[in-house]
Structure formats: structure tokens, C-alpha cells
């Protein structure tokens, strides 16, 4: 070997080995959301290790520890240095249930994956009903980065909100013990309009950066949502009350007491339709399209996020 080149060898396999140990948990996040959206099915086979590393530009062992995690998760089965993994076939009902059929649990933990793994299928299609659109702008991050990434790849994304107007008094956020009710209601459209224009120009840049059909439409409701309300793909909904609460809050400088709903602790109520779903999911996520789309074609109207 010349040693002018053993330096420069030595540094690449360093890097290498850096990159590898930095990314597994990447690729396992991106094969787990194919399997979870449907884009790998079970029993199917993935591609070889080989073909792995290629596309997501790491070496194999990066690839088998991704593996090796999702087969921890009872996501792959047959993983080995030999022949490629395929994807576990589900259990029996009952017993450990998988993907949208889990147990409620609080809405940042239940929607980030539901709403990653949706952003799997070529057509994206998201509804909202909710007070503001902080928890969904939070779930859209990790799927955005996998776009960059080149992991996902979708061709077309609709979203749709609908949000408080402006012009209603609100029924939460609501002031307690005198509190100033001007400066809850400024405050409350302050982070509509900037969370709601944040979702909009992250998703619109997709355009610009990877070509994708991007529409994303908001619509003003008159009155204050008691529940919150996500529609995914047309297959999901996933549901939550609003419980409000007593607290204290610091608003420009001015300590307030309030009654207000915590929306990113509130519990997400799973329902899915489609194969193995049973009547009551499904007839659930129709009657939840019939609502939303009933709202979004009377009685609400153009929202502009202006102050």
C-alpha cells in the first residue's frame, strides 16, 4: 500500500464507520414507516442488504442494527446476514395490536407516527379540525426531513385545516378571576396565524424543492372546537376531547389565571378503516369525512393568517 494514501484510506473508513453509527436509526425510522403506511406489506420481502445501503447511502452494518430494531419491534421477521428480511405478518387480534388499533395515547406521541407514515403513500391527504394547528405543525416536521432525505417520495399533498375565527369570542381560551379576555384572544390568534403560516410554507416549499403537488387550504369555523379531529389518507381518524383546566399563564408580562386546554396532552382516539377494520372504526372515520366536509362547505369561511 502507498503510504501516501494509507492516511487518507484510513480517515474515509473512519468517516464511513462515523456515518453508519449516526444513521441506523434513520433507516430504521424510514422502513418503519413503509411498513406501518402499507408501502411494505406482510410477508413481503425487502430489498437485499445490499440494495439498502445503497439508498440510503450507509454501509451494511448500519442497515443490519436498522434491522435488527425492527425486529425487535415485531416489525421484520427472518433478518439475518443471509437472505433479505421480510415483514412480520400481524398478530392475531387481541393480542398486540399494531398501527392505528393502539391504545389512545396523548396526541404528541399518537399523531407524529400516524401522520409520518401517511407521508409513505404517493397521495397525501390530511383534515384538521382543531384550536390552533400546533400539534400537526410538530407532527409534519419528521416527515419533511425524510422528503429532504430522500426517503419519501410523495407525489401529491392536500391538507386542510379548520380553525376559530377570528371574529368569535372564544369559548377557550377563557380568562378567570377578571383576567384580561383582549389579551387571551390576541395571544390565541398570535399562535394560530404564526403556526398555521409555518405549516403552510414548510409544506409549499416542497414545490419548489422536490416538485410535489402541494395545496394546503384553511377555512375559519364559528364557534369553539370542543374536540380536535385528524383525517389521514382517507383510512384514519384519529380523535380528542379538549379538557379544559385552571392555570396560571404569564402573558406579556401580566400573570393571568384562565381556563384552557392543553391540546398536545390531549388523548388521541385511534379509528381506521379497511381490511380487518371492524364496523365501528369504519362507520366512525365515514361519519367523521361526512362531518368535516359538511363544515368545510357551510358554514365556515376564508381564514387569512393576518393579524
Request: hydrophobic share 40%; aromatic share 6%; net charge positive.
Amino acid at each position: 500500500m502507498d503510504p501516501e494514501h494509507a492516511p487518507v484510506e484510513g480517515q474515509q473508513r473512519s468517516q464511513r464507520s462515523q456515518r453508519s453509527r449516526a444513521s441506523h436509526r434513520e433507516v430504521a425510522d424510514a422502513l418503519r414507516t413503509r411498513i406501518r403506511s402499507g408501502a411494505l406489506r406482510p410477508g413481503q420481502r425487502l430489498p437485499t442488504q445490499a440494495r439498502l445501503a445503497d439508498e440510503f447511502g450507509v454501509e451494511r452494518g448500519a442497515v443490519r442494527e436498522a434491522l435488527r430494531i425492527l425486529q425487535s419491534e415485531h416489525l421484520l421477521a427472518n433478518v439475518s446476514k443471509g437472505s433479505p428480511a421480510t415483514v412480520a405478518v400481524p398478530p392475531l387480534p387481541g393480542r398486540f395490536p399494531a398501527g392505528p388499533a393502539a391504545a389512545p395515547q396523548p396526541t404528541m406521541v399518537g399523531l407524529a407516527p400516524r401522520v409520518a407514515a401517511a407521508f409513505a403513500a404517493p397521495h397525501v391527504e390530511i383534515d384538521a379540525l382543531c384550536l390552533t394547528s400546533v400539534s400537526l405543525t410538530l407532527a409534519i416536521g419528521e416527515p419533511l426531513r425524510q422528503i429532504h432525505a430522500g426517503w419519501l417520495k410523495p407525489a401529491k399533498i392536500d391538507v386542510r385545516l379548520l380553525l376559530p375565527s377570528r371574529d368569535i369570542d372564544l369559548a377557550f381560551p377563557a380568562p378567570a378571576d377578571g383576567a384580561d379576555g383582549a389579551l387571551l384572544h390576541r395571544r390565541w390568534l398570535a399562535q394560530r396565524n404564526a403556526q398555521g403560516q409555518v405549516l403552510r410554507n414548510n409544506l409549499l416549499a416542497l414545490r419548489t424543492t422536490h416538485g410535489i403537488d402541494v395545496h394546503v387550504s384553511f377555512r375559519a369555523l364559528p364557534f369553539t372546537p370542543p374536540v380536535k379531529l385528524y383525517l389521514i389518507n382517507g383510512a384514519e381518524a384519529l380523535f380528542a376531547f379538549y379538557t379544559l383546566t385552571r392555570r396560571e399563564r404569564e402573558i406579556e408580562q401580566e400573570h393571568l389565571q384562565l381556563y384552557d386546554a392543553e391540546g398536545t396532552r390531549s388523548m388521541l382516539f385511534p379509528f381506521q378503516q379497511g381490511a380487518g377494520a371492524g364496523l365501528r372504526d369504519t362507520t366512525f372515520v365515514e361519519q367523521s369525512h361526512l362531518w368535516f366536509n359538511a363544515l368545510w362547505e357551510t358554514i365556515s369561511s376564508d381564514l387569512v393568517l393576518t393579524p
